[in-house]
């Protein structure tokens, strides 16, 4: 049998149920690994600990499958936890007026390295890790049963399995995509998107509730939303009764979509605008031009994925925070956050609280965001809380 023994003291993580084993923690293994494959694990006294899966290439070198030696890891073990992850989503009574959310969230479902999506009939799977590339053919026959989903369509395409020494892998795994463009429903908002070249799946379902947040404030107000994307908080800012919107991203594509989910929404014309340019330089012009906004938006890209990249991405983070402050009216309110994992939310509270000081204005937090609860966060994972925000206001 495959087995790897941890070296002495190394196994205190796994017993408060800490998923990862890295290579530094092996003393020694058994059997012929290969990439994917179930590992016995075993304390330095070869006391068994539970299943994980073989990782050669990762620093992460087994992810644990389970902390019950007794379990056997196969089909029906990921049915159980597949099952308990979709009862959680029914559980949490979305809206009915949803219907794209995340199905699984990786460790914090007890799956690492899996990531589904479900936008309405159409389900987008990211594999991330060497143990759940082994079980993706046989799971998404699982996937497509128990969901009764039309397709399945596979975006391992994320930066992070070059870590696991595993290719780029995109497409159509089961069933097939609808014609024409695919549709979500988001609170009884429309939006279009695309699953096949978006980012991530496809759309920032992790923002829906911060999204509505902003809706609720945004009546008369100009608006300045900074990394747009396809418009997510445009078109919920013009709901809520936004004067104006004028949305920023350097991706024309994005920007494109934008426009249509605006149009698909019966909005009223003539209120938003899209604008095409790296935020950071925009910011400096509006700031020499001395504009002036009610309410501004940042919701960058993950600037530091690791703790390691923490310090360049603070400067990121403070630059725009900083720039942003001086552009909101008196009275204005910023929806400021981070995606990345490798900043905490007192780092980044800190880092704003830098900004605002730097910028010489008089800022208090009004409200705290994090992702959406289909994104939970397993208390034995706190790296599964990646998304944080604030609400200042000025
Ligand atoms: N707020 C969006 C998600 C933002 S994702 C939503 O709710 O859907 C981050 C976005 O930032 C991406 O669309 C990416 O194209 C854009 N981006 C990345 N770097 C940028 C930069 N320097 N200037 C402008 N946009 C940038």
Same mark, same amino acid.
């Given at each position: 049998m495959n087995?790897?023994?941890?070296k002495p003291g190394r196994e205190k993580s796994l017993l408060r149920r800490h998923p990862w084993i890295f290579a530094s923690a092996i003393d020694q293994t058994s059997g012929r690994l290969e990439a994917g494959e179930t590992v016995q694990?075993?304390?330095h006294q070869g006391e068994p600990l539970g299943w994980a899966a073989w990782s050669p290439d990762?620093?992460?070198?087994?992810?644990?499958?389970s902390f019950d030696p007794a379990d056997a890891i196969d089909l029906d073990f990921f049915r159980q936890k597949l099952q308990r992850a979709f009862q959680l989503r029914e559980a949490l009574a979305?809206?009915?007026?949803?219907?794209?959310?995340?199905l699984v969230h990786a460790e914090s479902d007890g799956l690492p390295g899996l990531i589904l999506d479900r936008y309405g009939d159409v389900l987008v799977m990211q594999c991330l890790t060497a143990g759940m590339e082994a079980w993706r053919e046989p799971l998404a026959d699982v996937l497509m049963e128990m969901t009764g989903a039309a397709c399945l369509y596979e975006r391992s395409d994320a930066d992070v399995r070059s870590l696991e020494g595993l290719p780029e892998r995109t497409g159509v795994l089961r069933g097939r995509l609808p014609?024409?463009?695919l549709l979500l429903r988001e609170h009884g908002l429309q939006f279009q998107v695309d699953v096949q070249k978006g980012h991530k799946t496809g759309f920032y379902l992790d923002q829906r509730d911060n999204?509505?947040?902003?809706?609720? *404030? @945004?009546?008369?107000?100009?608006?300045?939303?900074?990394?747009?994307y396809t418009g997510g908080f445009a078109v919920y800012a013009l709901v809520g009764g936004a004067a104006s919107v004028l949305s920023v991203d350097s991706s024309a594509e994005a920007l494109a979509l934008g426009r249509v989910? *605006? @149009?698909?929404?019966?909005l009223p014309e003539g209120r938003d605008t899209w604008l095409e340019g790296d935020v950071f330089q925009v910011l400096r012009q509006m700031r020499d031009q001395a504009r002036r906004f009610d309410l501004i938006v940042l919701d960058p890209p993950k600037f530091a994925p690791t703790v390691a990249q923490a310090e360049r991405a603070a400067r990121g983070y403070k630059d725009i925070n900083l720039l942003a402050l001086k552009l909101l009216a008196p009275g204005g309110l910023l929806f400021t956050f981070s995606c990345s994992g490798g900043v905490s939310p007192e780092l980044f509270q800190k880092i704003v609280a830098g900004a605002a000081l730097d910028a010489g204005v008089d800022a208090r937090i009004v409200?705290?965001?994090?992702?959406?609860p289909d994104h939970p966060v397993a208390l034995n994972f706190p790296e599964g809380a990646y998304l944080k925000g604030l609400i200042l206001s000025v």
């Open positions: 087995s790897l023994k941890l694990v075993l304390s990762s620093q992460i070198r087994a992810r644990m499958w979305l809206d009915p007026l949803t219907n794209a959310y995340r014609a024409g463009s999204r509505a947040r902003l809706q609720a *404030v @945004a009546r008369g107000r100009t608006v300045l939303n900074c990394f747009a989910n *605006v @149009a698909l929404n019966s409200g705290v965001m994090a992702q959406g």
